[in-house]
């Protein structure tokens, strides 16, 4: 498999309709004009994006049609290198092979963002220099609740955390505690090329009741 580099940001940076491919496009395919409009929300990026699978419904190509923020891309290329088709999806209605769909993030991105990479993509990936120690309401300490959540970072070249959303939220009331930690997290920046470049970071954190 072929894949180049960098795939995500830098392309979108140079051109407005940038292709991320993870291998080349089937000659087959025929490209169909997407009938999507880009919308939405005040406080939302979003992109459409165009997909190819095989016979196994697997992702081998991809591309962003329209984007609201260059640093979508790397959201869109986590999104579809981690996830495949529903079985359910699959036989409830065949899907064809080059589909477009809509795909949205909230809150919005820094508006000055350059490139973005994926974790996997770097030769040295971030390392936490400070961590803190969320600071959960006695309201919830008190019921004996325990919780996890994901988050979505955006870590610059610098190490700061500029963007922090929710990936998976905690029912026990732990996501708001959570984003206002990771916000004041720092990190040793990831690395490519031999040099520090910003990076989208997975963190999750788990909370347990005080014994």
């Known amino acids: 498999m072929k894949t180049p580099a960098p795939i995500f940001a830098l ?12 291998d080349p496009a089937p000659a087959s395919v025929e490209q169909p004009a997407s009938e999507l409009k880009l919308t939405h929300k005040k406080n939302e990026d979003a992109a459409i994006v165009r997909v190819t699978l095989d016979d196994n419904q697997d992702v081998v190509d991809y591309q962003v049609l329209e984007h609201t923020h260059p640093a979508i891309a790397a959201f869109v290329a986590k999104k579809l290198k981690s996830q495949r088709t529903p079985e359910a999806q699959r036989a409830r209605k065949p899907i064809p092979k080059v589909f477009d769909f809509q795909f949205s993030i909230s809150p919005a ?25 969320p600071n959960v309401p006695y309201e919830i300490l008190g019921r004996g609740a325990t919780g996890r959540v994901l ?6 070249e610098t190490g700061k955390v500029v963007y922090c959303r929710i990936n998976q939220p905690s029912k026990n009331g732990f996501n708001a505690c959570a984003l206002d ?8 920046p990831g690395i490519k090329d031999g040099k520090p470049v910003a990076c989208l970071y997975e963190l999750p954190m788990t909370f347990t009741a005080p014994e």
């Open 181 to 188: 930690a990771a916000k004041d997290f720092k990190f040793q």
């Open 109 to 133: 991105l820094p508006k000055n963002l350059g490139p973005v990479y994926l974790v996997a993509d770097l030769e040295k990936k971030p390392i936490v220099k400070k961590s803190v120690v």
């Open 151 to 156: 988050l979505d970072l955006i870590i610059s």
């Open 11 to 22: 392309a979108l940076l140079i051109t407005p309709l940038a292709t991320l491919r993870s």
